[in-house]
């Protein structure tokens, strides 16, 4: 059966695909299950600039596990997007309004005719989404807490409906990477941080604020 998002990871860090693509600081485009602490991937910064961040480590990682997918479909320009249900996107209702860093939303109902950022532009027009299953799933975790997969800029997070906060959960861990650097190879599952920060924030955040 397909694997359900209820482990902490899935609720604190989104996944992706493993052969969905990320852009590196050379402009080399590799899959996600490629990537290594150190290396730098396009993503956005707060200000809603596109930038390179170091990629830390994976919240979850499951090269095996068989995941079902929302996949948002744009244009101007064209992208396809595979994300899981709770992953947040920076989105804006309407054409015209700009998608700023802070506004999130849940591809688990994309609204036509909306706005999500993507590269060439950081604009792109959401057609509609749908649905598919894949082997792998990977929840990458960069220094800006964000990432461009496929061309579409997405948050690393999937617990906390605010950038900031979400941002803040996780400096205990980009301190930790900026003081000893980057361990060896990551193993297969969830990263321990991520199971942390999923309990507390169960414990002390408004119900609002937490995916169920």
């Known amino acids: 059966s397909p694997r359900a998002e209820h482990s902490a990871a899935a609720k604190t860090g989104g996944c992706f695909p493993g052969r969905a693509l990320a852009t590196l600081e050379d402009g080399a485009r590799t899959p996600l299950w490629a990537l ?3 290396q730098r991937v396009l993503a956005m910064d707060g200000a809603g600039r596109p930038t390179y961040s170091d990629f830390l480590a994976f919240l979850d990682k499951e090269p095996r596990a068989l995941t079902s997918f929302h996949v948002i479909e744009t244009r101007e320009p064209p992208r396809h997007l595979a994300l899981t249900p709770t992953h947040l996107l920076f989105v804006a209702a309407h054409a015209w309004a700009p998608a700023a860093p802070g506004i999130l939303a849940t591809p688990a109902l994309p609204q036509p005719g ?5 590269t060439g532009g950081w604009r792109a027009l959401v057609l509609g989404a749908g649905d598919r299953r894949d082997v792998g799933a990977y929840a ?5 807490g964000t990432l461009v997969v496929d061309g579409v800029v997405a948050s690393c997070f999937a617990l906390v409906q605010e950038q900031h906060l979400a941002q803040l959960a996780f400096w205990p861990l980009r301190l930790y990477h900026s003081l000893v650097g980057w361990p060896g190879p990551q193993g297969d599952g969830v990263h321990w941080y991520s199971g942390l920060l999923y309990r507390l924030g169960r414990l002390v955040l408004p119900p609002h604020s937490v995916h169920p």
């Open 114 to 118: 909306g706005v999500a950022r993507a």
């Open 36 to 38: 290594r602490p150190g």
């Open 140 to 144: 990458p975790l960069t220094r800006h």
